[in-house]
């Protein structure tokens, strides 16, 4: 089952970018009573996203994008976001 704040990163980053493939993995469990789990079950996350707005773009540039895209969820709502960005054609 998707939580809300999966679902809102979701639809965030289909607005913002159109992706061909999004992937909103939810790691939270594996980070079960570490440091930043919150005890929602939506503290840690893994994005994988290829969007031709990425093309030519630097790793950096890409994660700022997704960043920006994501507001106040990354390090306010969330407390870890790892980020997979890449333009189509790219090797994973």
Known sequence: MT?????EIE?????AFAPSLL???N???????HMGDDGSGE?????AIESAA??????LERQRMVNAALGDIPGE???ALAIKARAPGEQR
């Open 3 to 7: 939580g809300p704040i999966a679902r």
């Open 11 to 15: 639809r965030l980053l289909e607005s």
């Open 23 to 25: 992937e909103v993995i």
């Open 27 to 33: 790691d939270s469990a594996r980070h079960s009573g």
């Open 43 to 47: 503290s840690h996350f893994t994005v």
């Open 54 to 59: 990425f093309a030519g773009k630097s790793r």
């Open 77 to 79: 709502r969330v407390h």
